[in-house]
């Protein structure tokens, strides 16, 4: 069984950086059986929506918003994919969600909360 957990949220001030972590059981990050990994965000009354990913090929796709200020990364050995977020906006406040996405099915983490303080 595939499980997700995520780590590293908090609150911090505008200008601000935090860094999250995702840990993945039940699956490798060295297989060829996982199609993307990445970040998804979720303010309160928004969709949710793509941060940053990998793709299969290994090459990352940021959201508009996000780009110059955040960096995914992995550490296939940890089974670990990273969010490092500088230069917080109030606006990137949501829950941060970690996706695991195989050739069987999606999966995802159970959250974690980001906040900036303005």
């Known amino acids: 069984q595939v499980q997700l957990v995520e780590s590293g949220g908090g609150l911090v001030q505008a200008g601000g950086s935090l860094r999250l972590s995702c840990a993945a059981s039940g699956v490798s990050f060295r297989t060829n059986a996982i199609n993307a990994m990445g970040w998804y965000r979720q303010a309160p009354e928004k969709q949710r929506e793509l941060v940053a990913a990998?793709?299969?090929?290994?090459?990352?796709n940021y959201a508009d918003s996000v780009k110059g200020r955040f960096a995914i990364s992995r550490d296939s050995a940890k089974n670990t994919v990273y969010l490092q977020m500088n230069d917080l906006k109030p606006e990137d406040t949501a829950a941060y969600y970690c996706?695991?996405?195989?050739?069987?099915?999606?999966?995802w983490g159970q959250g974690t909360q980001v906040t900036v303080s303005s």
């Open positions: 990998f793709s299969r090929g290994g090459s990352t």
């Open positions: 996706n695991v996405r195989t050739i069987v099915s999606t999966y």
